[in-house]
């Protein structure tokens, strides 16, 4: 299995950016995907998954959007009037069949 994120940079506040996250050896349609992200100094936080129905950590909803292509196998993660609160790691997450499969992560920072 292997799990590419892309899309990563910087940008300044109030920009946007999206994620990409490229699955190879499971498929994503029979999958939970996750989106995570770890701060500077701080542990890694749910950010948005999707299965049935999108969620979104309440510091997000409205701003980002998550969404998957199954025929492509990607899990996309749009992120909108992004903050400097939103720099960090942001990683992919795949479980399946009751294994978790992570990226390397895309680092994201957001300043002027």
């Known amino acids: 299995v292997q799990i590419v994120e892309s899309g990563g940079g910087l940008v300044q506040p109030g920009g946007s950016l999206r994620l990409s996250c490229a699955v190879s050896?499971?498929?994503?349609?029979?999958?939970?995907m996750h989106w995570f992200r770890q701060p500077p100094g701080k542990q890694r936080e749910l950010v948005a998954s999707?299965?049935?129905?999108?969620y979104y950590a309440e510091h997000v909803k409205g701003r980002f959007t998550v969404s998957k292509d199954n025929a492509e196998n990607t899990l996309y993660l749009q992120m909108d009037s992004l903050q400097p609160e939103d720099t960090g790691i942001y990683y992919c997450?795949?479980?399946?069949?009751?294994?978790?499969?992570w990226g390397q992560g895309t680092q994201v920072t957001v300043s002027s």
């Open positions: 997450h795949a479980q399946n069949k009751g294994t978790n499969y």
């Open positions: 050896g499971i498929f994503i349609r029979h999958s939970s």
């Open positions: 999707i299965a049935d129905f999108p």
